[in-house]
């Protein structure tokens, strides 16, 4: 299968570490998607990344979906527990972190697609603001599991969510200043990037 799409983007990051911490075979076609969107047009009609190509030509798209399939192929290996009060938790775990992540690109996505008289900062603080507001609850579970993943024995989907979203954020608005703010959460991070899991799947510099 191939996965199209650039590390940089943390929707197609999540489902690169993903697919490797579950062991599930992919080739990654970096194609740029603002660059050269045809590319991905021809696959996903919302010409987005992620967008997941199956060996069989069938074409899976949206992280949350890719992912939900993805557990469905990895069997015990799944990061997402099938039912329960576990799942309800990673689910929502995992729904903190992917709301950071819009949260935190929409900011970016003012600030890079307008002019700078045009930029509405009080909307870029109000996402930044909500962005925020969502990595101080992930702290909380970070330092809640301490040394530990932030649900349970096993790491999840949700730690996969939240230590994505964290470096994203941290790449593209180092002003948010996060390791000050939200140390658990900066420790949870860097045992998440020391994973192979994490690392065949690096953010660019
Ligand atoms: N909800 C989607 C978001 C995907 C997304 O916004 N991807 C961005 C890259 S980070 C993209 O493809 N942007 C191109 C565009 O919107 O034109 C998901 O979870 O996959």
Same mark, same amino acid.
């Not at 608005?173 to 948010?176: H, L, Y």
């Given at each position: 299968m191939q996965l199209l799409g650039g590390f940089l983007s943390p929707y197609v990051r999540r489902t690169a570490v993903s697919l490797n911490l579950t062991g599930v075979a992919y080739e990654s076609v970096k194609v740029p998607v603002w660059d050269d969107p045809d590319a991905v047009k021809k696959h996903n009609p919302l010409v987005r990344i992620p967008t997941l190509v199956l060996d069989d030509g069938d074409v899976l798209v949206e992280s949350y979906a890719i992912l939900d399939a993805l557990d469905e192929m990895a069997g015990? *290996? @799944?990061?997402?527990?099938?039912?329960g009060a576990e799942r309800r938790k990673v689910m929502k775990t995992t729904a903190v972190g992917a709301g950071t992540i819009d949260k935190t690109i929409w900011a970016v996505y003012e600030l890079r697609f307008h002019d700078k008289e045009h930029v509405s900062r009080s909307w870029v603080d109000h996402n930044e603001a909500q962005a925020l507001g969502g990595f101080g609850w992930l702290n909380e579970q970070a330092a809640a599991a301490g040394d530990g993943w932030l649900c349970g024995a096993n790491i999840t989907q949700a730690d996969v969510t939240a230590a994505v979203a964290y470096s994203f954020a941290n790449k593209v @608005?180092? *002003?948010?200043d996060l390791a000050a703010k939200f140390p658990a959460l900066a420790a949870h991070n860097a045992r998440c990037e020391a994973l192979d899991a994490f690392k065949n799947a690096a953010l660019p510099s």
């Open positions: 015990d *290996k @799944r990061l997402v527990p099938a039912s @608005r180092p *002003k948010m």
